[in-house]
């Protein structure tokens, strides 16, 4: 008799050293970047980072609503992260439920670690993150997606903000876990960082890993984020250059 269910987990790293989609392990998936997707928001992004597709959407600084949550010397940031329903395999129950909320409060806090709230006092900057298509990492495609589309609104920040997650799987660690390395991996840790200053500022983690295996984890992390940050300038440069005069034009 096999072991049952044995073939359901998959080989999630090579003798060769390869990953489930080929990868190295120091290897991101796939990214793009478009800043300024959407017509009506103050300021949006469209992530497409391997399977997953995240929009983030900005208004503000604007009104605050609810009024009581206004704050007299800074902006509060509200964030709302949800997931379509078509977003994953099994039909997600639409609406708010602990994940969300969850994600929602930590980007906020991320994000309000780079902007700056108090040159806007008793307003708000709503930020939307809407994940259309999910495949892990999708807290992190919308710190990038919300981060550049904040840029896009022209809201004042000390920088931009990459992340990354970076896992363990098939007993190594490796960058920017896709969905089955998230399911059957060992860890996940995803990480913001504050490129300038090397300040992360948003840290979590699931599973176990030894402190030596931490400290790795975070260098790869931390030199993950410092490639997606270039593709967050190179959107918004794209998005920006400016179109050289057409001979004779006046
Ligand atoms: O997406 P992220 O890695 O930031 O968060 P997670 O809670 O670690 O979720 C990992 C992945 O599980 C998501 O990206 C989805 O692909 C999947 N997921 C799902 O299939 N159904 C849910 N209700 C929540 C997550």
Known sequence: MGNVGAKDVPVL???????IDGRRVDELRPIKIQAGALKHADGSAFVEWGA???MAAVYGPREVHPRHLQQNTKAVIQCKYNMAAFSVDERKRPGLDRRSQEISKVIAEALESVVFV????????DVYIEVLQANAGTRCAGIVAASVALADAGIPMVDLLPAVAV???GGALVLDLKKEEDNFGEADLPMALVPQSGRLVLLQMEGHMTPAELSQALDMGVAGCRQIYERMKAALRERYAVEPAAEGSA
Do not use: D, Y
């Open 118 to 125: 108090e040159e806007f006092p008793r307003t708000s900057i």
């Open 167 to 169: 896992g363990k799987a």
């Open 52 to 54: 997953n597709k995240v």
């Open 13 to 19: 790293l090579s003798p060769e050293g390869l990953r």
